[in-house]
């Protein structure tokens, strides 16, 4: 680290290191304040500083009286398909609908998926989990007259799937826009974390090969156990103006 910079910074960077290395398997125990303090020749408030700004970053979790420990690493979304994206890195995807219905769409939902006054949107309601820990509440809407039956679609199914194999739908392209929240009670309970905890607000909108948006998302993530890509193509002409 550059001269300057204050110590629990430097502490923080070291034990950063070490997970991103894997020399700090999740869920190690982290030595205490007191031994970091320690062991790095800082007061305990240093040492605190710096276990509370790897507990921030979601690199470390804490469970009184027992210690701190390392956190489960994130698992980094593009996006997509809740489904595919986790199924690709291996892992297993879950969804337990919390409700879904149809409905006559709101002014903010037919502005997204660009409907017309009166028209109506299947929407659901799920919890999505990764190796049955919950990561995601999403709030998906999509137009009514483009997926008749679309309700009676198994729960633990992928509706990118269902618009593909049922409907014919030849997804182009999906586009989301990420915000930092605070996680309200009921989400909280429902996310399995502390009321209060950070979140990220995902809201997405997914158009076919005809340009016609066939889903429109609004979903919360973990801020603890989600991370999300993001990739952009730079082109040459786009690079001459740096």
């Known amino acids: 680290m550059p001269s300057g910079t204050p110590l629990y ?7 950063r290191d070490r997970i991103a290395t894997e020399q700090l398997a999740p869920h190690t125990s982290l030595p205490s304040e007191r031994e970091l303090a320690e062991l790095h020749g800082v007061s305990r408030m240093t040492a605190r500083q710096a276990l509370a700004l790897l507990e921030s ?3 470390v979790y804490r469970n009184p009286p027992r210690g701190t420990f390392v956190a489960e690493p994130r698992v980094r979304f593009h996006v997509g398909s ?11 995807p879950a969804a337990r609908q919390l409700w879904a219905e149809h409905q006559l769409a709101t ?20 919890l999505r989990t990764v190796d049955d820990v919950p990561f995601a ?7 009514a007259d483009l997926t008749p ?14 618009l593909r194999t049922r409907y014919g739908v030849e997804l182009a392209r999906s586009t989301a826009v990420l915000e930092s929240i605070v996680l309200d009670d009921a989400s909280s309970m429902q996310l399995g974390v502390r009321a209060g905890s ?8 997914t158009v076919d090969s005809t340009g016609r948006c066939v889903e429109y998302g609004h ?24």
Do not use: C, K, N
């Not at 973990?222 to 993001?230: C, I, L, M, S, Y």
């Open 137 to 143: 509440l999403e709030t998906t809407y999509m137009p």
């Open 198 to 205: 950070a979140g990220t607000l995902v809201t997405r909108r």
């Open 9 to 15: 910074m430097t502490i923080a960077s070291d034990v």
């Open 82 to 92: 809740f489904s595919e994206e986790v199924a690709r890195m291996g892992r297993r």
């Open 107 to 126: 002014p903010a939902v037919r502005l997204a998926l660009s409907l017309a006054e009166g028209a109506s949107v299947h929407v659901f309601h799920r």
């Open 57 to 59: 970053e979601g690199l």
């Open 219 to 242: 979903d919360i993530y973990r801020a603890d156990r989600a991370a999300f890509e993001v990739t952009e193509v730079l082109q040459t002409h786009r690079l001459s103006g740096v």
């Open 149 to 162: 039956g679309i309700l009676d679609e198994p729960e633990q199914g992928s509706l990118w799937a269902a």
